[in-house]
């Protein structure tokens, strides 16, 4: 038995600690879960649809307490307000569009034969979610697993321990059967064991390109299904006929918010160069603006990052690419303890060759390039071995879309970054993983399709 601890950026504190399950009782929480998806499955799809509704309420009545416990379990200002309006909204979609996306396809029916295809869900599927976005990223699969009629079994971040319990709770008070959605605590080892043993049949990851290698390593051999939503550099490009106040709001707030801690957050921007000098002025003007701090306070508009480990990785690629020869644009904000609480940073003078242009940097960094053209952007925006959003700005739709189709990448933005639309599929290509989620496809990926070839009997 191992104990997990939630230790807060704002100041070290412990926010809760919480017993892994043995070996032998994980078991007997698969059994159970699997006991219990038969007879959730075989309810009518209209019930679990209002059953999964009920339990996203039943979240969203216990905001006032999840504002404030986020922000001391991850850093995220309690000013925006937590993550409900974003959660509320995907399952919400996802139950509207459940009836369409699960129905039967049907092939034919004559007088010899009726052909129809069904989806049907794959039985249990494990969900182990990051802690940055953790309310959001988790009802990405939770919601339409449940609806598909799958059964759940949701793995939290140790950094967000609380998040699990919480959802696992609400919706079992909403009438979803305890064993049918159910947050374990696991250590990696236990969860490793239980993949390559084939407990899960469908298994829904976002977190570290490690991460996913180390599931897939642990499912080889099992045929387990994946979904890995892992690493991101995500670009934009800011072309010439772009409005620059938009462009730089929307893409400096892409870059900056929740510390820079998002998987679709914007890290290395290209400019043409004739509106180069004005999108960065407009840019270190917005960021000189914030306010680093505690997250507790209402003042305060970025908070610290939610672990020293994590800072300190950005400070490294600040570091080295300052001696590498990029410039610096914003000063040492006071909050910055050298520790969790890390200034903001815009970079310029940086290449490619610099690991703050081609890592991760999961923080409140941007490095800002100028470009002559599009080709450049292109080849530049390419030049990554991730590919999850590129955000593109220009008054023309035409030239967005020609230069999207370009691109490597799982979505591409105009004028707009860093949102994730339920209706459309969340994906990505390269290191970002494989699979997708929300949207019709997102129930495709979490069922299985199974044909019925059905001769009708002589009359």
Known sequence: MTVLK?????????????????????????????????????????ERVELVQA????VGAMNDEIVPELARMMGRPVRYGGEFRGFEERASYMAGIAQEALADIEVGDD???????????????LVIAPWNYPYMTAINSVAPALIAGNAVMLKHATQTLLVGERMARAFASAGVPEAVFQNV???????AELIAGGAFDFINFTGSVAGGKAIETAA??????????????????????????????????GAMFNSGQCCCGIERIYVHESRFDAFLEKAVAIVRGYRLGDPLD????????????FARTVRDQVGEALAAGATAHIPTLPGDDGGAYLSPQILTNVTHDMR????ETFGPVVGIMPVRDDDEAVRLMNDSDYGLTASLWTRDIDRAMRVGDRIETGTVFMNRADYLDPSLCWTGCKDTGRGGSLSIIGYHNLTRPKSFHLKKPAQ
């Not at 099992?222 to 730089?248: I, R």
């Open 111 to 125: 007088a010899n034969f009726r052909r129809l295809i069904k989806r049907v869900p794959h039985g249990l599927v």
């Open 185 to 191: 605590f696991l250590t990696h080892e236990t969860a």
């Open 55 to 58: 339990g996203v309420a039943a």
């Open 6 to 46: 939630c230790i807060s950026p704002i100041d070290g504190a412990v926010v809760a600690t919480r017993e892994t399950l043995g070996a032998d009782e994980a078991r007997a929480r698969v059994t159970a879960a699997r006991k219990a998806q038969a007879e959730w499955a075989a309810r009518p799809l209209g």
């Open 220 to 253: 080889a051999g099992t045929f387990t299904g994946l979904g890995l939503e892992l690493g991101g550099k995500d670009p934009g490009y800011v072309m010439e006929d772009a409005d620059l106040d938009a462009a730089a709001d929307t893409l400096i707030d």
């Open 356 to 359: 703050v242009m081609r890592e």
């Open 298 to 309: 209402p003042e305060t508009t970025i908070g610290p990052m939610a672990h020293v480990r």
